[in-house]
């Protein structure tokens, strides 16, 4: 049980204490063209609590985009809902906020300081001195303040993806939405940028569902992993994996979680492991 905080009664903490953020529940998600009906999730459930590091992990059309998609809004479901704190997903809207992997998207015109300020200016959310100091705040956590003047086309990828990921944090979403955020960045940066994304969540901690199909990646930056079917995607299992970070690569621990998630990914036949390197007691498989 959780004491009760100031100023709330134990009634009203427990509603916000029990509800999940996200609830997903039974979401099929089709695309319908003029020749046929693509089905890219069957009957998808989870559910997403705060500061949750939450990762959808599976292969290539699977429907991981599509469900990034339908939580921001842009999809309705076919079946099933989508629940944020309790009420229906209807739209797109400033609690949900999407990080792509294409970091071009930063209009080339404005500083880095303008990419982040803009967002919240156009939301009509804050004045200008505000926003502007909500985005050097933010700056600051990334590590660009010193480039707050500079232009997108002068900056890296990693440093680009750090000005998305500014801008996004700065809206102060319910739920930071991203999508393959580093596939397009070279391994080096990559892994620089799992890094840093993991410091910002231990001083931030927002709640973050992220969409990658590297099972490595899954086990640094996720604390939960949805594991989901090929096409159309469905639930395969949710496993914890909390206890790792960038320290753990190459860690028998961390190859023994790997090879399971990639026989709960693929199917294949059980392969013999010693069972000291093996805990199933941390999943919970579904079909
Ligand atoms: P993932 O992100 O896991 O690679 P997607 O969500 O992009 O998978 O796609 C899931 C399935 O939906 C795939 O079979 C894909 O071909 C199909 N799909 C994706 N976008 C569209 C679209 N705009 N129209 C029709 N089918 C689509
Ligand atoms: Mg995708």
């Known amino acids: 049980m959780t004491a009760p905080l100031p100023g709330h009664t134990a009634s009203n903490l427990s509603h916000v204490d029990s509800a999940p953020l996200l609830h997903v529940d039974h979401l099929s998600l089709e695309y319908r063209t003029a020749q046929r009906v693509v089905r890219a999730t069957h009957q998808v459930s989870f559910e997403v609590d705060r500061a949750d590091r939450f990762v959808l992990l599976g292969p290539s059309g699977c429907g991981k ?3 990034l998609k339908a939580v921001a809004g842009f999809i309705d479901p076919s079946e099933g809902q989508i629940l944020l704190e309790g009420a229906p997903v209807k739209g797109p809207g400033p609690d949900r906020i999407v990080v792509f992997q294409e970091f071009d998207q930063l209009p080339p015109w404005m500083t880095v300081k303008q990419n982040v300020m803009f967002p919240l200016r156009v939301s009509g959310s804050l004045n200008r001195a505000d926003a502007e100091e909500r985005a050097m705040h933010y700056l600051n956590k990334v590590g660009l303040r010193a480039f707050a003047d500079a232009y997108p086309h002068t900056l890296s ?23 393959e955020p580093f596939a397009a960045l070279d391994a080096l940066t990559r892994r620089k940028m799992q890094e840093e994304l993991l410091l910002l969540w231990e001083e931030v901690r927002f709640t973050l569902l992220f969409v990658t199909h590297s099972i490595e990646e899954a086990l640094v930056v996720g604390n939960r992993i949805l594991l989901l079917s090929p096409h159309p995607g469905r639930v395969r299992a949710e496993v914890h994996s909390h206890q790792y970070d960038l320290t753990s690569l190459g860690g028998a ?8 998630i990639h026989r709960l990914l693929f199917d294949e036949a059980p392969v013999q492991t010693p069972s000291a390197q093996i805990d199933f007691s941390d999943i919970r498989i579904a079909y």
Do not use: C
Not at 157 to 177: F, T, Y
Not at 253 to 260: D, E, I, T, V
């Open 253 to 260: 621990g961390f190859q023994a979680s790997a090879q399971r």
């Open 65 to 67: 985009s599509t469900l």
């Open 157 to 179: 990828g990693g440093m680009k993806a750090r000005v998305s990921i500014a801008r996004a944090l700065a809206m102060q979403p319910k739920i930071l939405l991203m999508d």
